[in-house]
């Protein structure tokens, strides 16, 4: 297990090398390979663990009885998911969580916060607030993404928002065509047409999944 990853992430803010080892032991820690498309959690599940990626990266997805499927979120190494089923247990899972790629997740028992100290957990609960708060703003974000009602609005929302947070107009994004396209809720031809079109009126380039925007423009939804 690779401590340095998770001695620069959130969880372990403020906790030096010595009580990162000792807290991975309290909390059970214990770290699995995933390969691509392999499922980690489906919907229905019940757990306790706190899931932080060293390696790859999952999609948290809702995929229902149809077929439908909607990336609610990538997450990536250095980051956490399961953190609000983790500490609620009785509650069921109402997404699938799947391997976008070949990664490594350490889970993290939080049935075991009883072993902690009181300043301990103290600290440890407080990074989590700060974890959970920033996977609140994302999922707001996503709203905003997905309210406008044309495929247009839609693109241009997301690419404003990457755009704002890398403060350039030439990025990366971490989705392909297909995960952009579930994440904003639009068939993948409907989305491809799309890009292209928007491409000949002058508002971006794209290739893959490198985008610069020309023109900044907003289209009501």
Known sequence: MDITVLHNSILFKGFDDTEISKLLKALNAAEKKYNKGEMIFSSGEITDKLCFVTAGSVTVESNDMWGNRT???LVGKGQFFAESYALLPDVP???DVCAAEDCSIVFLSMKSLTNLNDNTRARLLANLLTITTRKNLHLSSRSFHTAPRQVRGRIMAYLNTVSVQK????????FDRQQLADYLNVERSVLSNELSKMQRDGLIRCRKNHFEIITVTYLPG
């Open 71 to 73: 990336i609610l979120n």
């Open 93 to 95: 899972m109402l997404v």
């Open 167 to 174: 403060h350039s107009r030439e990025f990366d994004i971490p």
